[in-house]
């Protein structure tokens, strides 16, 4: 121990004597661990730390399969039946979303998403309330909901946090409500409800099949392998479709683990991260390994003063390993303080859809990660060096009196650290720059209608059975009086309403059919199905192909209709008129509809999916609860927010809007995941490149420093100054060119891991890799060519005198 404290004292000491070699080092070190500690702060957190629920292994996500989707909903009598036949789930919860004002403590009212489960819902998934009891069997068996859980956001901002809250009333859609229990926080699929109510509305839809309305998550019982639940899962299909073939055939339930529906989504993005991080911080070893072998060989004469004077070669290396640990120790806690500003960025600016994002922290985990990666760093920057410290080389760095030219082998080795650092760093930029050109092509896309000068909000009217909204009637009549009421405000162009608005996250498929079309049992075709008030059309700014859009006589009164889109056209009736073709919707109370016109294809689901096919109908036909209010504006729409509220009020005080934001804000935030993935890899591509550029720096300017005496008898028999400049560029360029071919071969394998991730970019496009390729020639050229002019201006003279 006392040997170890003296080798820490003594790199301590040696480490104060050269702080610019010091410096440099550390602050590499930093950047690359920086980065790796805030990025596994996310990886540990939304990745590797288990869910918050009881035994999370044994939840499975249960979603329908049929022919027209593989991702569908289950129905409430599905729900009730899979519930109460199984024989390899402890239990089956369901769960579905609803949207409507409530009137909480008293205040104005306030539009909350509110979410009904089954009674057994928070059982199933492991989750005890913070405050209060669960939902029973019995709150189920009414026919309005009388109990709510309030979720932990709605109870810390509207009830301040009061514990006393458990037995208060509240109102929901005029309805009166006790509240029963309160959740605890930042729980996956708990996170964004606000008031959860059990299912009696449920009982209402128990005979209704082909509404797929609700999630399910199963436990599986201990002991029960996923084999065999699905094997459980396809008798119990197997019997419904017999049972119920008009509805039910070609229906599966399928199964997937809880963790992959939360977490499989982003995690190709993250590993993608880590990855780039963890190169980038082998870049950053590689630089400082450069410059210990060059600060080894300005040592060499200590070393073999040391050998000679007792001290064993197991002793040089350990001392040599003790300066670079210290080394990245030292990175390893500026690398903390720079990782905890970076952990905060990444929550202000992350998109929202990463799940747990806002738990990530420099918690133990991390904290012993950091230390972990910053010893494995040192010993592996270090040993390299260090196992340089041969008893070969004592006795002739005495006898070289002072003289420190590398050897050879030394110029070998650090031109191969170079050349890997450039290939790595060519890697990088390859990977950010197809993720950046496709995200420029997402952005660039057309979504089919106009962004600008557009504000939407989303407005629910009460529907309580016994409340002025039950008659679809009073609907119609608010929807109209409130856009009159908007129209009149100074500034407004036009105003519109949508049941499911673009790129928001909001999107509905109803089955129907064609009427002389043949369909087997429980057969039907399907489309994207959109309720829309007349003036959606101009706010949206989607243009008319054919026929007539919606107006304000397609009311109840008046016969079914609906506009399709170009897709819709092509999809169901191709290389025909479709316009006087007529559709049956399943539920519809029209006998059938007449296609009236057709419109512009949009993006609706995401800028990068296909247009899918899509059907509009008059909400004066349908008349939902929900809608979404597009209003276009003169000028800046935000400025139309409180205003609109207004309208709202004034005429019903008890509707109120919510999510108030402009289309140009929709458009950004559908695409805040490939932005953030591709800016944060280009932030490491482009550290990953500066400690390149630097490390090559380094290596060309020790190598004049090294070769002095040769220019100068290269100068004293003739060659000129731009003789010497072209044979230190020449060297330069040939490290350059080494790394940029492996670097291109690599990244042509590399980038098979961001097929999945690319939009309308190939992942050789060779744009990029061009791109790529001069970008980094260019800062190699750059980087050489200082070192190169400083030994152009070498003075024979004095270089023949140098050492």
Same mark, same amino acid.
């Given at each position: 121990?006392?040997?170890?404290?003296?080798?820490?004292?003594?790199?301590?000491?040696?480490?104060?004597?050269?702080?610019?070699?010091?410096?440099?080092?550390?602050?590499?070190?930093?950047?690359?661990?920086?980065?790796?500690?805030?990025?596994?702060?996310?990886?540990?957190?939304?990745?590797?730390?288990?869910?918050?629920?009881?035994?999370?292994?044994?939840?499975?996500?249960?979603?329908?399969?049929?022919?027209?989707?593989?991702?569908?909903?289950?129905?409430?009598?599905?729900?009730?039946?899979?519930?109460?036949?199984?024989?390899?789930?402890?239990?089956?919860?369901?769960?579905?979303?609803?949207?409507?004002?409530?009137?909480?403590?008293?205040?104005?009212?306030?539009?909350?998403?509110?979410?009904?489960?089954?009674?057994?819902?928070?059982?199933?998934?492991?989750?005890?309330?913070?405050?209060?009891?669960?939902?029973?069997?019995?709150?189920?068996?009414?026919?309005?909901?009388?109990?709510?859980?309030?979720?932990?956001?709605?109870?810390?901002?509207?009830?301040?946090?009061?514990?006393?809250?458990?037995?208060?009333?509240?109102?929901?859609?005029?309805?009166?409500?006790?509240?029963?229990?309160?959740?605890?926080?930042?729980?996956?699929?708990?996170?964004?409800? #606000?008031?959860?109510?059990?299912?009696?509305?449920?009982?209402?839809?128990?005979?209704?099949?082909?509404?797929?309305?609700?999630?399910?998550?199963?436990?599986?019982?201990?002991?029960?392998?996923?084999?065999?639940?699905?094997?459980?899962?396809?008798?119990?299909?197997?019997?419904?479709?017999?049972?119920?073939?008009?509805?039910?055939?070609?229906?599966?339930?399928?199964?997937?683990?809880?963790?992959?529906?939360?977490?499989?989504?982003?995690?190709?993005?993250?590993?993608?991260?880590?990855?780039?991080?963890?190169?980038?911080?082998?870049?950053?070893?590689?630089?400082?390994?450069?410059?210990?072998?060059?600060?080894?060989?300005?040592? #060499?004469?200590?070393?073999?003063?040391?050998?000679?004077?007792?001290?064993?070669?197991?002793?040089?290396?350990?001392?040599?390993?003790?300066?670079?640990?210290?080394?990245?120790?030292?990175?390893?806690?500026?690398?903390?303080?720079?990782?905890?500003?970076?952990?905060?960025?990444?929550?202000?600016?992350?998109?929202?859809?990463?799940?747990?994002?806002?738990?990530?922290?420099?918690?133990?985990?991390?904290?012993?990660?950091?230390?972990?990666?910053?010893?494995?760093?040192?010993?592996?920057?270090?040993?390299?060096?260090?196992?340089?410290?041969?008893?070969?080389?004592?006795?002739?760095?005495?006898?070289?009196?002072?003289?420190?030219?590398?050897?050879?082998?030394?110029?070998?080795?650090?031109? =191969?650290?170079?050349?890997?650092?450039?290939?790595?760093?060519?890697?990088?930029?390859?990977?950010?720059?197809?993720?950046?050109?496709?995200?420029?092509?997402?952005?660039?896309?057309?979504?089919?209608?106009?962004?600008?000068?557009?504000?939407?909000?989303?407005?629910?009217?009460?529907?309580?059975?016994?409340?002025?909204?039950?008659?679809?009637?009073?609907?119609?009549?608010?929807?109209? #009086?409130?856009?009159?009421?908007?129209?009149?405000?100074?500034?407004?162009?036009?105003?519109? =309403?949508?049941?499911?608005?673009?790129?928001?996250? #909001?999107?509905?498929?109803?089955?129907?059919?064609?009427?002389?079309?043949?369909?087997?049992?429980?057969?039907?075709?399907?489309?994207?199905?959109?309720?829309?008030?007349?003036?959606?059309?101009?706010?949206?700014?989607?243009?008319?192909?054919?026929?007539?859009?919606?107006?304000?006589?397609?009311?109840?009164?008046?016969?079914?209709?609906?506009?399709?889109?170009?897709?819709?056209?092509?999809?169901?009736?191709?290389?025909?008129?479709?316009?006087?073709?007529?559709?049956?919707?399943?539920?519809?109370?029209?006998?059938?509809?007449?296609?009236?016109?057709?419109?512009?294809?949009?993006?609706?689901?995401?800028?990068?999916?296909?247009?899918?096919?899509?059907?509009?109908?008059?909400?004066?036909?349908?008349?939902?609860?929900?809608?979404?209010?597009?209003?276009?504006?003169?000028?800046?729409?935000?400025?139309?927010?409180?205003?609109?509220?207004?309208?709202?009020?004034?005429?019903?005080?008890?509707?109120?809007?919510?999510?108030?934001?402009?289309?140009?804000?929709?458009?950004?935030?559908?695409?805040?995941?490939?932005?953030?993935?591709?800016?944060?890899?280009?932030?490491?591509?482009?550290?990953?490149?500066?400690?390149?550029?630097?490390?090559?720096?380094?290596?060309?300017?020790?190598?004049?420093?090294?070769?002095?005496?040769?220019?100068?008898?290269?100068?004293?028999?003739?060659?000129?100054?731009?003789?010497?400049?072209?044979?230190?560029?020449?060297?330069?360029?040939?490290?350059?060119?080494?790394?940029?071919?492996?670097?291109?071969?690599?990244?042509?394998?590399?980038?098979?891991?961001?097929?999945?991730?690319?939009?309308?970019?190939?992942?050789?496009?060779?744009?990029?890799?061009?791109?790529?390729?001069?970008?980094?020639?260019?800062?190699?050229?750059?980087?050489?060519?200082?070192?190169?002019?400083?030994?152009?201006?070498?003075?024979?003279?004095?270089?023949?005198?140098?050492?």
């Amino acid at each position: 121990m006392s040997g170890l404290l003296q080798d820490l004292r003594y790199g301590l000491r040696q480490l104060r004597k050269s702080p610019g070699f010091t410096s440099v080092a550390v602050i590499t070190l930093a950047l690359g661990i920086a980065a790796n500690t805030a990025i596994f702060s996310v990886i540990e957190a939304v990745i590797l730390r288990p869910l918050p629920f009881g035994i999370p292994d044994r939840l499975v996500w249960l979603n329908g399969k049929m022919p027209m989707s593989d991702e569908a909903g289950v129905s409430p009598p599905d729900f009730r039946d899979y519930r109460a036949a199984n024989r390899a789930f402890e239990r089956i919860a369901g769960m579905g979303y609803v949207a409507g004002p409530s009137n909480l403590s008293g205040d104005k009212p306030e539009q909350v998403l509110t979410t009904i489960a089954s009674a057994n819902f928070f059982a199933c998934l492991g989750i005890r309330p913070l405050l209060g009891r669960d939902f029973l069997l019995s709150d189920e068996q009414v026919n309005e909901p009388q109990v709510a859980i309030l979720g932990y956001g709605v109870w810390k901002r509207d009830f301040g946090g009061n514990r006393n809250v458990v037995g208060r009333t509240i109102r929901m859609d005029g309805a009166p409500l006790t509240v029963v229990g309160v959740l605890p926080s930042d729980v996956p699929l708990l996170s964004e409800a #606000q008031i959860w109510l059990p299912t009696p509305m449920l009982n209402r839809l128990m005979s209704f099949r082909l509404g797929h309305s609700l999630k399910a998550i199963g436990r599986l019982k201990p002991g029960i392998t996923l084999g065999q639940s699905q094997a459980d899962l396809d008798a119990i299909a197997l019997q419904l479709q017999h049972q119920y073939p008009d509805t039910n055939k070609g229906w599966w339930m399928r199964q997937r683990p809880l963790r992959d529906v939360l977490i499989g989504p982003v995690r190709p993005a993250l590993l993608l991260m880590w990855g780039a991080v963890s190169l980038l911080l082998l870049i950053a070893c590689v630089n400082v390994a450069n410059l210990l072998l060059a600060r080894s060989i300005s040592r #060499q004469r200590e070393f073999s003063l040391r050998a000679a004077l007792g001290a064993s070669r197991i002793r040089l290396i350990r001392q040599t390993l003790t300066e670079s640990v210290v080394l990245s120790l030292a990175g390893g806690a500026i690398g903390v303080l720079a990782a905890w500003w970076s952990i905060h960025a990444l929550h202000a600016f992350g998109p929202h859809d990463v799940p747990r994002l806002g738990e990530s922290c420099l918690n133990p985990t991390v904290l012993a990660f950091t230390i972990g990666i910053s010893v494995l760093t040192g010993v592996v920057f270090g040993l390299m060096p260090a196992l340089r410290v041969s008893a070969g080389e004592f006795i002739q760095g005495l006898k070289e009196s002072g003289r420190t030219s590398a050897p050879a082998s030394y110029k070998r080795f650090s031109s =191969a650290l170079v050349i890997g650092e450039i290939a790595i760093s060519l890697t990088l930029l390859v990977g950010a720059g197809l993720l950046l050109k496709s995200f420029w092509r997402l952005i660039h896309v057309s979504p089919g209608f106009q962004t600008d000068h557009v504000v939407t909000a989303r407005l629910s009217l009460p529907l309580s059975s016994y409340g002025p909204y039950a008659d679809p009637r009073a609907r119609v009549q608010f929807w109209r #009086q409130f856009e009159e009421h908007v129209k009149a405000l100074p500034g407004v162009e036009t105003v519109g =309403a949508t049941s499911e608005l673009p790129l928001s996250g #909001q999107h509905s498929d109803d089955p129907f059919h064609i009427p002389g079309h043949i369909y087997g049992p429980s057969e039907f075709d399907d489309a994207q199905f959109r309720q829309v008030t007349p003036g959606y059309l101009s706010v949206m700014g989607i243009p008319l192909i054919s026929g007539r859009w919606l107006n304000e006589h397609d009311d109840e009164n008046s016969p079914g209709v609906a506009v399709v889109n170009q897709a819709f056209a092509k999809r169901f009736f191709p290389g025909s008129d479709v316009i006087g073709k007529r559709l049956q919707l399943m539920g519809d109370t029209a006998s059938t509809r007449e296609i009236v016109g057709v419109i512009g294809d949009i993006r609706h689901i995401a800028l990068s999916e296909p247009d899918w096919s899509e059907m509009y109908v008059p909400y004066a036909q349908f008349a939902p609860p929900t809608m979404n209010v597009v209003v276009r504006a003169a000028a800046n729409p935000m400025n139309l927010g409180a205003a609109l509220q207004a309208q709202v009020g004034a005429v019903d005080k008890a509707v109120t809007l919510s999510a108030v934001t402009s289309m140009n804000d929709v458009l950004g935030a559908s695409a805040a995941q490939p932005r953030f993935s591709s800016q944060v890899l280009g932030i490491f591509a482009a550290l990953a490149l500066l400690l390149a550029a630097i490390g090559l720096y380094g290596l060309m300017a020790y190598s004049v420093t090294q070769r002095r005496n040769e220019i100068g008898i290269r100068m004293a028999l003739g060659a000129s100054r731009e003789d010497i400049l072209r044979l230190v560029l020449r060297y330069g360029s040939a490290l350059a060119l080494a790394g940029m071919g492996i670097g291109l071969t690599a990244s042509m394998i590399a980038t098979r891991l961001l097929s999945s991730m690319l939009f309308s970019v190939s992942r050789t496009d060779p744009q990029t890799f061009l791109g790529v390729a001069l970008l980094l020639a260019a800062v190699a050229l750059s980087a050489s060519y200082i070192p190169a002019r400083r030994a152009a201006k070498v003075d024979p003279m004095v270089a023949l005198r140098y050492e």
